[in-house]
């Protein structure tokens, strides 16, 4: 299967790495530092689950115009990104090109479906900790926790699922594909406003969040707003996911630390506004209440192009 990484860091880089490993042709589409250190070293890649490996001679550019049509994109830029990412894909965009969006926030699909088209479009969850360590190096840091999870948006079981499915277990990584990536996706969203908010918020890894009865009840906060907002706009959450993610905290490796808190601690962009702001917004427009995700919001909103000047 003919593949592009939209966005070759900690998620693109591991997931395609570990692809391009199994002999699939996957073409990375990266920028800066992390292209020019690919182009020059290959892709490596250190991981707590698949060991280390490099991808040399790796397929590598900035320019998506170079590669053409594909069979599939996963799509793993950051939030911030994610538009002009979209516009810039539509030269890998084929008559069947699927696309998995892989990052974090629920309204990534609708956002790229409005530039190339619905019927391209899944639903996509990344289940994983890593990160580009350096330029040309991603480092996958929780054993037993490599999981992509996607489905059709409107809960239908096609054909191209299973095909898909099938390439992509071939990475050696946990593959599900779901009839409710709907509902999961909002499952993930609750998780990590409330994981990211307050590990961002605090500099402090799992381990000290959720034995700290404040802190752990903050991250509760947060997770049962982003429910009441959910429900609101209409998901078909269960009635005991704030509890069951609340238990996904508590399985987290003691220094897990969200994306969003490693990005405030190197001087990086923060996804605030796909996350905890999204919650606000989302909550005004069905009259929800989101006191606590909005003081999170106010908390970094001066960090989310980095740090404030002095």
């Known amino acids: 299967m003919k593949i592009a990484v939209v966005g070759a860091g900690g998620i693109g880089g591991f997931f395609g790495g570990c692809l391009a490993r199994a002999g699939e042709d996957v073409t990375f589409i990266a920028r800066g530092a992390h292209l020019e250190a690919i182009r020059a070293r290959g892709l490596r890649v250190e991981s707590a689950s698949a ?9 590598v550019t900035d320019r998506p115009g170079e590669v053409g049509p594909v069979d599939l994109i996963l799509f793993c830029v950051k939030s911030w990104d994610l538009d002009s990412a979209a516009q ?7 008559p069947a090109t699927a696309i998995i969006p892989l ?6 699909a609708s956002r790229i479906s409005s530039r190339v088209g619905d019927s391209h479009v899944l639903g996509g ?30 809960g239908s079981r096609s054909d191209r699922v299973g095909k898909i499915a099938d390439v992509l277990r071939k ?20 998780f990590i406003c409330g ?16 034995s700290t009865p404040e802190t752990r009840d903050l991250v509760e906060r947060v997770m049962r707003e982003v429910d009441a907002v959910g429900r609101a706009h209409g998901v078909p959450l269960d009635g005991d996911v704030v509890t069951a ?44 209440p989101t006191p606590v995700n909005d003081f999170i919001r106010s908390a970094l909103i001066p960090y989310a192009d980095g740090p404030p000047a002095s």
């Open 88 to 94: 810039e894909i539509r030269p890998l965009v084929g």
């Open 171 to 190: 990475g050696g990584f946990d593959v599900v594909s779901t009839a409710s990536i709907r509902r999961d996706l909002w499952e993930k969203f609750i």
């Open 195 to 210: 994981f990211a908010g307050i590990s961002a918020i605090t500099r402090l890894p799992a381990s000290v969040i959720r």
């Open 125 to 154: 969850i990344a289940h994983i900790e890593s990160t580009i360590a350096e330029p040309g190096l991603v480092r996958h840091l929780s054993p037993n926790l490599h999981r992509l999870t996607f489905g059709e948006l409107d």
């Open 245 to 288: 993610q609340l238990a996904r905290l508590d399985l987290l490796p003691p220094g897990s630390k969200a994306s969003m808190a490693r990005d405030l601690e190197r001087g990086r962009r923060l996804e605030i506004e796909a996350l905890n702001g999204a919650v606000v917004r989302l909550g005004r427009e069905r009259s929800v």
């Open 51 to 59: 060991g280390e490996f490099t991808i040399r001679p790796a397929q």
């Open 103 to 108: 990052l974090n926030g629920v309204d990534a």
